[in-house]
């Protein structure tokens, strides 16, 4: 029995790692914003989302990079996390950049070569949703 809840616990290990790299995998690359939803007033630095616009989220492994207006607003570490959302009934991929756990929750998708950001609601109509194009 202790064998078997040994063999588990590493197999519940490594398929998280496994993951985790994954992920990061997806989300290595540079990623150029192109819009938002959201009932919310703007940041008129990031109203452009056509192509060539230099706002810039860039990630490498364990690092980021934020450009807006090809500018270096901010750059450090990052890692990724699944947790469950109430409007999920999957777990969903939360990024935690510069190990900070206590400020507002960022959550993310990735379909084909989409990036979107969510707070703590995947619909646009209860949340914000941040767009981004692979590069």
Do not use: H
């Not at 940041?43 to 934020?66: A, E, L, Q, T, V």
């Amino acid at each position: 029995m202790k064998k078997f809840l040994t063999l588990a616990l590493l197999t519940f290990l490594l398929s998280c790692k496994k993951n985790d790299t994954a992920q990061k995998i997806a989300l290595n690359g540079t990623w150029e914003y192109r819009g938002i939803t959201c009932f919310c007033i703007r940041d008129s630095s990031m109203n452009d989302g056509k192509p060539g616009n230099g706002n810039i989220i860039n990630f490498n492994n364990d690092s980021y990079k934020r450009f807006i207006k090809g500018v270096l607003q901010k750059g450090g570490t990052y890692q990724i996390v699944q947790e469950k959302i109430a409007a999920s009934p999957d777990p969903v991929n939360r990024i935690i950049y510069d190990n900070d756990t206590v400020s507002e929750k960022t959550f993310y998708k990735i379909e084909q070569n989409k990036l979107t950001f969510f707070g703590t609601t995947p619909i646009a109509a209860d949340g914000t949703e941040i767009y981004y194009e692979k590069q």
